[in-house]
């Protein structure tokens, strides 16, 4: 589809800029991308720093000096604002209406080049965190994911909580933060991209105006590290529970090689909804858990394939092997993988029916692939996938002594 492709430009001071032009929509979303994430941090000082300099972001600007101004000026006229950190990035993004578009540039623009990163509201805004990071501690999902990265990746920077650590946390001061963004926040770690009713030109006018005055630098050049994950085959937490939460997980390639998207497709292959192998063997037949799933994450240098199963602890071994039995069962399986082509191409369409659908799915190109893609690149990556790329994916990573097991499991759990 020629009208679902981005154009791309570069900016006075060389940021990439892509448009995606939809006259028909009424609306505009705008996203900025820094390329700094939790990998970037230097530990333990600096742990939990990028997401933090996210959440400060917010809390005020030069001319929209509190966290309230900035929140309403997109609020008082029916836009959102919000923002993500990962491993890999940062993601500050918002939606508009069409006829106010120009306000979804200015705001990012302030929180971009002059945020103030008030003294006084530093230790208010960590508590918050501390308080987001307690939150997934208490939650089995939360805590289950937690242990299995640190597991799976060890010493790796993928192996960092983005949360970061409460001492870490409690001692941030301006200066780190102003640091760390004089380190990443310049010219060459952004990208800005724009979907909706908006032209290049216009596009291009608010960006020059907004974004230019980001320090032009090179590059930041991220070292891989080696991964160097725990040698053992499982680990048990034990804490006070009902069940037994389990993350069946396996280290994967870099997302520039064609196992990893072959990879996404198995995970939807056996967990794509409830009429698909995991839901139907797992639960719909054996009774052994309300909530499973598998999924695959793509990272530059070294993704994950992860199944989550929470389940009777006299039960746990049977869901595992029926876990591990279904990878097996599925990987040869022709009628699946073109049932999973389908629920993918589907949700591919929803997705693209929206602005903030279409930007969500730029980002994550962009942050990982290095350029967001067109409706019809997304559609040749997910037909071209054969059953014999699955096959060759499976038994290079999933073997079943390669392997992992997460247990976090009741006190009382025999094993």
């Known amino acids: 589809m020629k009208d679902l492709n981005f154009q791309k430009t570069i900016l006075s001071n ?45 809390q005020g600007t030069e001319n929209f000096p509190t966290s309230k101004d900035v929140s309403a000026y997109l609020e008082e006229i029916g836009g959102s604002l919000n923002a993500w950190t990962s491993e890999e990035g940062t993601f500050y993004h918002n939606r508009v209406p069409v006829a106010h578009k120009e306000r979804g540039f200015r705001i990012l623009g302030e929180m971009l080049r002059v945020p103030l990163i008030p003294a006084g509201k530093i230790s208010v805004e960590m508590k918050n965190i501390i308080e987001e ?11 289950l994911w937690i242990l299995n990265q640190k597991f ?24 780190h933060f102003f640091e760390f963004r004089k380190r990443y926040y310049h010219s060459a770690n952004l990208t800005v991209l724009v979907v909706g009713n908006i032209t290049l030109d216009e596009a291009v006018r608010e960006s020059e105006e907004n974004f230019t005055g980001m320090e032009a630098r090179e590059e930041n050049v991220r070292d891989f590290v080696p991964l160097t994950g725990d040698p053992e085959r499982e680990l048990i937490h034990r804490k006070e529970l009902e069940q037994v939460h389990i993350a069946l997980t396996a280290p994967l390639g870099r997302a520039s090689e064609k196992s990893s998207k072959s990879m996404v497709m198995f995970s939807i292959m056996l967990s794509g909804g409830m009429s698909f192998p995991l839901f139907q063997e797992v639960r719909d037949k054996r009774g052994l858990c309300y909530a499973i799933s598998a999924n695959t994450t793509r990272n530059s240098d070294v993704g994950e394939f992860s199944i989550a199963i929470g389940t009777d602890p006299k039960r746990y071994r049977e869901a595992i ?50 350029a967001p893609k067109g409706y019809d690149e997304y559609v040749q990556d997910i037909e071209e996938i054969t059953i014999n790329d699955v096959v060759s994916a499976v038994d290079t990573y999933l073997r079943p002594e390669q392997v992992r097991r997460v247990l976090l499991a009741p006190k009382g759990l025999k094993t």
């Open 321 to 370: 092997d029926v876990s591990m039995g279904l990878i097996e069962k599925s990987k040869n399986d022709e009628d699946l993988l073109q049932k999973a082509k389908d629920l993918a191409l589907g949700n591919l369409a929803l997705q693209f029916e929206h602005t903030g659908g279409i930007l969500r799915i730029a980002a994550s190109s962009a942050l990982i692939d290095g």
């Open 133 to 143: 990071l307690r939150m997934y501690l208490d939650d089995p999902d939360g805590l």
């Open 14 to 58: 060389n940021i990439p800029l892509y448009v995606m032009n939809l006259p028909h929509t009424q609306s505009v979303a705008v996203g900025v991308l820094v390329k700094a994430g939790t990998r970037d941090e230097m530990w333990p000082g600096e742990a939990g720093l990028a997401h933090a300099l996210e959440h400060m972001s917010f």
């Open 152 to 175: 799976l990746f060890g010493g790796h920077p993928l192996g960092k909580n983005s949360l970061g650590t409460i001492e870490a946390l409690s001692a941030f001061g301006q200066d």
